[in-house]
């Protein structure tokens, strides 16, 4: 599955996830072919990220990488990735450098309302990160909100119409 984006008739990024049949478990992140993974391209053809699911017992953990695959950031969510009628706060992903000591950036599911929320299926998400980081790394954060929307907020498709 990927998406891209197009700007005057022109693509000009495109976020790609292969089909892992037992991939989602955060237990089993460690292992590669249960962990989730988007690659990143911007232009389309030059990778430009990699964004992979961590192994968790616990908290979504995801391991943001260069196209080196070196490690430029970890972002990790809430024990508890709910929103509904009795739980209206935003769920909030910290966006932290590889050491996990300084947060660079926040990707937020923003609260639209108990209408939008129930009666439609739109959302509202919000990424943050610092004005001055390269734009490469701008598209794999953006790449990486996609993630976490596939894994946590996006409903399944019922197959038998």
Do not use: H
Request: charged share 20%; aromatic share 14%; with cysteine.
């Amino acid at each position: 599955m990927y998406f891209c984006f197009r700007c005057f008739s022109q693509e000009v990024i495109r976020v790609s996830r292969e089909f892992k049949c037992c991939a989602g478990c955060n237990w089993c992140a460690n292992c590669l072919c249960c962990a989730f993974e988007i690659q990143i391209e911007a232009p389309v053809g030059q990778v430009v990220g990699i964004v992979r699911q961590l192994q968790s017992c616990m908290k979504p953990r995801y391991g943001i990488f260069d196209a080196d695959m070196r490690q430029i950031f970890y972002a990790e969510g809430p024990t508890c990735i709910c929103q509904g009628i009795c739980c209206t706060q935003d769920v909030n992903f910290n966006i932290y450098t590889p050491d996990r000591v300084t947060k660079v950036g926040k990707m937020s599911k923003q609260w639209s309302g108990v209408a939008r929320e129930v009666f439609s299926n739109a959302n509202n998400f919000c990424v943050s990160f610092p004005l001055d980081l390269d734009v490469r790394m701008k598209a794999t954060l953006l790449g990486t909100l996609f993630l976490v929307d596939f894994m946590y907020f996006e409903e399944k498709q019922n197959s038998s119409n």
